[in-house]
């Protein structure tokens, strides 16, 4: 049974988050209160991407969220290069006309830790030029300002800070369709 790619089937994409100071052989390896998570990438027929998943492990608030240039994990989520930017545009917001195709904006992990994820995004794909399939998924320590902050580091990575958590983005098996509800059963009738 080999993976489908193609937009008709829904094409599916799962990476797993590690810890940053891993390195490539040991990042099944996993320690409390560091990030780790899945995340799911489904292109629709439209071309949306739809972005869901959970990270937990990190600290409460704003962190930025960013699809990087490489999967490379040797010297940990410090190698994966700059954002993704095939348009060697300025950083921005995910709403924003121009941006890095990467720049997915900021997740927002909750007093427990944790990040639940439900998002989209019209400019990453899952095949073509755009295509985030074997790049680096980077969560970062701080929160992205959108490229508003005023200097030069804002309009390259929107100020949100180190990298904290990162993972690879590869194919994955389509998710089982979900069954349909079961039908209702008839009550029983009591005759009195």
Not at 89 to 116: C, E, M
Not at 143 to 150: A, E, I, L, Q, V
Request: overall charge neutral; some cysteine.
């Amino acid at each position: 049974m080999g993976y489908n790619k193609s937009l008709a089937s829904r094409t599916i994409c799962l990476h797993r988050f590690r810890r940053s100071e891993l390195n490539f052989f040991n990042e099944i390896h996993f320690y409390a209160n560091f990030p780790t998570g899945y995340i799911m990438f489904t292109q629709t027929v439209n071309g949306i991407v739809l972005i869901s998943g959970n990270i937990t492990g990190l600290t409460e608030g704003h962190h930025g969220f960013h699809v990087h240039e490489l999967a490379d994990t040797r010297e940990g989520c410090k190698s994966m290069g700059p954002h993704f930017n095939p348009g060697l545009t300025n950083h921005g917001g995910p709403a924003d006309p121009y941006r890095h195709v990467g720049d997915l904006g900021n997740i927002v992990a909750g007093s427990d830790g944790t990040a639940h994820i439900q998002e989209s995004d019209h400019l990453i794909t899952l095949t073509g030029p755009n295509t985030i399939v074997g790049r680096g998924i980077v969560v970062h320590a701080s929160k992205d300002d959108f490229g508003r902050g005023g200097d030069k580091e804002s309009l390259k990575t929107g100020n949100a800070g180190g990298r904290v958590a990162c993972g690879v983005i590869g194919w994955a098996r389509p998710m089982p369709p979900i069954p349909p509800p079961s039908p209702e059963k008839p009550e029983a009738s009591s005759n009195n």
